[in-house]
């Protein structure tokens, strides 16, 4: 990964945090859980509204994950809506 990909892909408090509960949880995770625990911990509660977590998902599912999949950190199936953290791919160094 190369330094501008490493920036790119952390800038996004929302992708910092999926990687984080991607990271803590086995795979594949489901969408809406991702969103619900990237929801949860935007609100510092342990559970979020619907509509914060529908907000989330639909943001995960258009716009962070398919970059963090073509970045090669994740694999994400959109028609089943499941993510899969790929540690070895998403290496914090940069080349």
């Known amino acids: 990964m190369t ?3 490493y ?3 952390h800038a996004s ?6 990687l ?13 859980e991702l969103a619900a ?3 949860a911990r935007a609100e510092g509660m342990g559970t979020a509204d619907d509509e914060a977590i529908d907000r ?7 716009a962070h994950l ?6 090669g ?4 199936d959109p028609d089943v809506k499941s993510v899969e953290f790929c540690p070895r791919r998403s290496d914090s160094r940069t080349t």
């Not at 408090?13 to 999926?18: F, G």
């Not at 984080?20 to 809406?32: A, C, G, K, Q």
């Not at 398919?66 to 970045?71: E, F, G, T, V």
């Open 3 to 5: 330094a501008t990909e």
């Open 7 to 9: 920036h790119r892909l």
């Open 13 to 18: 408090k929302q992708r910092r945090t999926a």
């Open 20 to 32: 984080d509960v991607l990271e803590s949880r086995n795979p594949p995770v489901d969408l809406e």
């Open 37 to 39: 625990a990237i929801a």
């Open 56 to 62: 989330i998902a639909l943001r995960l599912h258009h």
């Open 66 to 71: 398919p970059m963090m999949a073509n970045l």
């Open 73 to 76: 950190v994740i694999d994400y």
